[in-house]
């Protein structure tokens, strides 16, 4: 079972940046698709951003391009989200998740079978 764990979230100006590391657990984290979740109070859990197994596909909700990237270090088992120009509208839980399937494009919560514990991330003034 893989198990994946959140860091680096907090309290962040409007326009600062964050950067949340996810890592993950077991040998075989390296051949999963990896992806970045969030959901604010009384909303539901939307996609923000997913990766590959290698890094090199990624993809990314709408309302984040061009200010969130994710990446990936598969020697470290570890997949990061950094964000920048953040505004207050992306403060949220932020979950890790993963799963099996190499590559996908699905922005479905649902087809990813491993998530984290979830961190805070508050951007405001």
């Known amino acids: 079972q893989v198990q994946l764990v959140e860091s680096g979230g907090g309290l962040v100006q409007p326009g600062g940046s964050l950067r949340l590391s996810c890592a993950a657990s077991?040998?075989?984290?390296?051949?999963?698709?990896a992806g970045w979740f969030r959901q604010a109070p009384g909303k539901e859990r939307e996609f923000v951003a997913a990766?590959?197994?290698?890094?090199?596909?990624?993809y990314y909700a709408d309302s984040v391009k061009g200010r969130f990237t994710i990446s990936r270090d598969n020697g470290k088992n570890t997949v990061y989200l950094q964000m920048s120009s953040l505004k207050p509208e992306d403060t949220a839980v932020y979950y890790c998740?993963?799963?099996?399937?190499?590559?996908?494009?699905?922005?479905?919560?649902?087809?990813?079978?491993?998530w984290g514990q979830g961190i805070q991330v508050t951007v405001s003034s």
């Open positions: 998740a993963a799963t099996p399937i190499g590559s996908t494009r699905s922005q479905n919560p649902s087809v990813f079978d491993y």
């Open positions: 077991g040998r075989a984290f390296f051949t999963y698709a």
């Open positions: 990766s590959n197994w290698s890094g090199t596909n990624t």
